[in-house]
């Protein structure tokens, strides 16, 4: 008798139509997203452009003609194909010793997307956990904690980061954790808000109630309700990473060579900007377009994420 109750809850249709059910919410919820999504073209556009950096930048070791650091001392400043000596074999001209620019700025997209990912990364998650601790437990201790982020955010934030690297030392890993730090107190707040928003909703008070730990409750049961703006604001910062990480090499302060970082790339051709125009440029437009297309993203991910900005 026994076996055979347990044979009969192992296929009771009850939890495979529950199953069912949830798959169906949750494809229903992703085809709900992908439409509000895709009626902002420059959105689709920005994800497209940046999904085709991705896969440049994972298989930068095949798609790039030559390597990143390798040296053809018989073409110097080399302009590209479609200029006046230039040369098939460097499409894009070469820089003041002789490296390819296209597989440069390939090897290059590889370096800021990883800054990006690293920075936002570390942002997200430790300003998460202050500030659903600081919108959780309020009082004096939320008060000190705030103050501790408007303090941060009264210094402009490039200053503040050549600051720190300046003071850490100047490296590619060390420009990243400057920038995670000043990046940090933007997601503290927006956790912060969305959390007071949050705890004094009946769902909360019912599973406080139901005696669930201080942990889980802010884990489980806030936090995936106050996801949105932080996706919205990752994206976002995903570019000022970027920006910045480019700004910091520029200074000398990221990134150092002969690493094909674009920011640093930059540095290093400032003094042929009226020689050779490609040195400077292409790195620029490589930051600019990436830039671009994520703000582009980004907005998109606001609009599709956001139910006040839905179009009906």
């Not at 249709?13 to 992703?30: C, E, F, H, I, V």
């Not at 709900?32 to 959105?43: L, M, P």
């Not at 309700?225 to 302060?253: E, H, K, R």
């Not at 400032?270 to 620029?284: D, Q, S, Y």
Request: charged share 15%; hydrophobic share 55%; proline share 4%.
């Amino acid at each position: 008798m026994s076996e055979q109750s347990v044979a009969s809850r192992s296929t009771d249709p009850s939890d495979s139509l529950q199953t069912d059910t949830r798959k169906t919410g949750r494809l229903a919820m992703l085809q709900e997203f992908w439409r509000y999504f895709s009626e902002n073209r420059g959105a689709v556009l920005g994800l497209w452009f940046f999904v085709f950096i991705c896969l440049i930048a994972i298989f930068a070791d095949f798609i790039a003609p030559h390597g990143e650091t390798e040296q053809f001392r018989d073409a110097l400043l080399a302009p590209p194909v479609w200029q006046d000596g230039g040369q098939w074999k460097f499409l894009l001209g070469t820089d003041a010793v002789g490296r390819d620019m296209l597989s440069r700025l390939i090897h290059g997209a590889r370096y800021s997307l990883f800054v990006g990912c690293i920075v936002v990364s570390l942002a997200l998650v430790v300003g998460i956990a202050i500030g659903l601790f600081s919108g959780f437990v309020g009082g004096i201790t939320d008060t000190i904690i705030m103050r501790a982020m408007d303090i941060i955010l009264a210094f402009p934030a490039l200053l503040l980061a050549l600051a720190l690297v300046a003071i850490l030392g100047p490296s590619l890993t060390n420009a990243m954790i400057a920038i995670a730090i000043v990046q940090q107190p933007h997601y503290v707040r927006l956790t912060r808000a969305a959390v007071m928003s949050e705890r004094t909703k009946d769902y909360v008070t019912a599973a406080r109630v139901s005696g669930v730990r201080a942990l889980r409750l802010m884990f489980i049961t806030i936090l995936p309700n106050c996801l949105a703006p932080l996706i919205v604001q990752a994206a976002l910062s995903f570019s000022t990473a970027i920006l910045d990480a480019a700004a910091l090499g520029f200074l000398g302060m990221g990134a150092q060579p002969p690493t094909p970082e674009w920011g640093t790339m930059l540095a290093e051709a400032r003094e042929f900007i009226l020689r050779a125009w490609w040195v400077v440029t292409l790195p620029g437009v490589a930051i600019l377009l990436t830039v671009l297309a994520i703000n582009l993203m980004g907005d998109g991910l606001r609009d599709a994420l956001d139910p006040k900005l839905r179009r009906s």
